[in-house]
Structures are given as structure tokens and as C-alpha cells.
């Protein structure tokens, strides 16, 4: 697959599914900034074939190589995340945190974190697993939150809430996201998921409903 038919792929995804961390990444201007938090490998490869005229900066607690040289790749310590996140200097038009809070040993102290680092107008886009999931059945590929061994915190979208000042817009808060569209396009491969007892990427968490979804702009 060429490069220009995966950047087509990812607009297009974004159109049809507007509630997306890929619909925020190509909606930051040329030059803008985007800090992301728990980035991994994909989000590293993704982000540059979506929106090259940016500066990015991905944290995980591993290195992800990147011969970009407007993206920059930071290790942080994962028993003190925020830290690596409160070193920056630099503000930011949209943050990430897709999957990662879950993660860390101190979520509530790392969203402080991005908070803070977001300039006037920017987005934060945070994905994380619904708090209903810890009551789904088991699949490979993970539906139910306690099947990750790497899931430390379950995520309470409202203690999130409470983080929120005045300075700050909530866009979407959603404990369980999804919709119609998903709900019944993934009706027959929902059958297909639940004879193989295997999750099937990109359409299972969203016929279930696996991810909360909280997007926040800064004043």
C-alpha cells in the first residue's frame, strides 16, 4: 500500500467516524504542536502519515524510533510519569492520551499534567477503558479490563471530571462510547467475535462500547 493511499485511509476514517484521536490530529494547523501521552509505536507511524506539517512529541516509557525530525520521542519513568510530562517546555494545540491512563500508577496526577500543557484553544483527547468493561466477557484481543495484565487503574471518567476548572471546555463526556452506526454494523461480526471468542480490531470495542471517551478545550 502506497503512502498516499494510508493518509486517504485515515482522512477518510476520520470523516466517517468524527469522534476520533485521527480527526483531531488532521484538524491541527501547519506548524502546530501535539503531545502524546503513552504514544507507542503505532501512534508514532500514524501520526506522521496523517499530518506531516506538524511538531510532535510522544512520551512512553520505552523509545519509538522516528526519522522525522519534527517528531521527538521522550522516556519517561513509569513510576513517575508526570514528571516527564511537567519537564516540558512547550505548550500544546492538541494532546493525546489514547489507552494510557490505565496504565499509569498515578492517572489522576498525569491528566493534571496534560492539562497544564495545553495553550489557549487547545484540544486534549483522552480514550480510555469504559468503567463498564471490568463486567464484559473475556476475548482474546481483550474486552474485559481485568484481561490486560498492564491495566493498573480503571478510569473514573466523573473523578476526571472533578479536574476540571473553569479554564476548561468539556466537548464530549462519554462513559461508554459509541452509536448507532457501530451498534449495528458490528451486529454480524459480532457473531463472528463471539463464535471465535476473539476480538476483531476496530469493530468489537466499538459494538460493546469499551472505551470512555473525554475531550476537553482549554479557554
Known amino acids: 500500500m502506497k503512502i498516499t493511499d494510508i493518509n486517504f485511509y485515515y482522512v477518510l476514517k476520520s ?9 483531531f490530529i488532521i484538524n491541527v494547523p501547519k506548524g502546530g504542536r501535539i503531545l502524546d501521552v503513552g504514544c507507542g509505536n503505532n501512534s ?13 512529541t ?26 516527564a510530562i511537567n519537564n516540558l517546555n512547550s505548550k500544546y494545540d492538541l494532546i493525546v492520551s489514547s489507552h494510557n491512563l490505565e496504565h499509569c500508577y498515578d492517572p489522576y496526577g498525569v491528566f493534571l499534567s496534560m492539562l497544564d500543557k495545553l495553550q489557549s484553544n487547545g484540544i486534549m483527547y ?21 484481561q490486560d495484565p498492564t491495566h493498573i487503574n480503571l478510569i473514573s471518567l466523573n473523578n476526571l471530571k472533578r479536574l476540571i476548572t473553569s479554564d476548561y471546555e468539556i466537548i464530549l463526556f462519554n462513559k461508554r462510547y459509541r ?4 451498534i449495528v454494523f458490528g451486529i454480524p461480526f459480532e457473531f463472528i467475535s463471539l463464535a471465535l471468542k476473539k476480538v ?15 475531550i476537553i478545550r482549554k479557554n
Open 15 to 23: 470523516f466517517l467516524f468524527p469522534i476520533s484521536k485521527e480527526r
Open 44 to 56: 508514532v507511524k500514524i501520526t506522521s502519515l496523517i499530518n506531516k506539517y506538524i511538531f510532535y
Open 58 to 83: 510522544g512520551i512512553d516509557i520505552i523509545n519509538h524510533q522516528s526519522d522525522d525530525p519534527n517528531f521527538e520521542i521522550l522516556v519517561g519513568d513509569k513510576n513517575n510519569f508526570s514528571n
Open 126 to 146: 483522552v480514550a480510555t477503558p469504559s468503567y463498564l468493561s471490568i463486567n464484559y466477557p473475556t476475548r482474546d484481543g481483550v474486552l474485559n479490563f481485568s
Open 179 to 182: 452509536n448507532f452506526f457501530y
Open 200 to 214: 476483531i480490531p476496530g469493530i468489537t470495542w466499538k459494538f460493546w462500547g469499551f472505551e470512555a471517551i473525554f
